[in-house]
């Protein structure tokens, strides 16, 4: 099983960007598929997931309304569109797969930076 993730940059507060997430070597569409992030000096901490068919989406506090988490399974791949970006977002981005009540596969990460 392999994610990668993609789409992390620089970019200034107030802009946005859109990370990708292509799975593979499993059967996609099935799974509930999570993004989740870490800070520098910090733990991991949930961010966005998305249920296999798309209609039912989690956001953390610190993201709801700015993020839109979606998935495209015909690509096997989940997006996180994230707007108003803050200094605060920084971190590197992980995205992962749930299954069996346990995220068990999880991408190497892509780092987003947003200075003030």
């Known amino acids: 099983v392999q994610l990668q993730a993609s789409g992390g940059g620089l970019v200034q507060a107030g802009d946005s960007l859109r990370l990708s997430c292509a799975v593979s070597?499993?059967?996609?569409?099935?799974?509930?598929m999570g993004w989740f992030r870490q800070a520098p000096g910090k733990e991991r901490q949930f961010v966005s997931a998305?249920?296999?068919?798309?209609?039912?989406?989690t956001y953390a506090d610190s993201v709801k309304g700015r993020f839109t988490i979606s998935r495209d399974n015909a690509k096997n791949t989940v997006y996180l569109q994230m707007n108003s970006l803050k200094p605060d977002d920084t971190a590197v981005y992980y995205c992962?797969?749930?299954?069996?009540?346990?995220?068990?596969?999880w991408g190497q990460g892509t780092l987003v930076t947003v200075s003030s």
């Open positions: 992962a797969v749930k299954r069996y009540g346990v995220y068990s596969y």
């Open positions: 998305i249920s296999w068919s798309g209609s039912s989406t």
């Open positions: 070597g499993l059967t996609f569409g099935t799974d509930v």
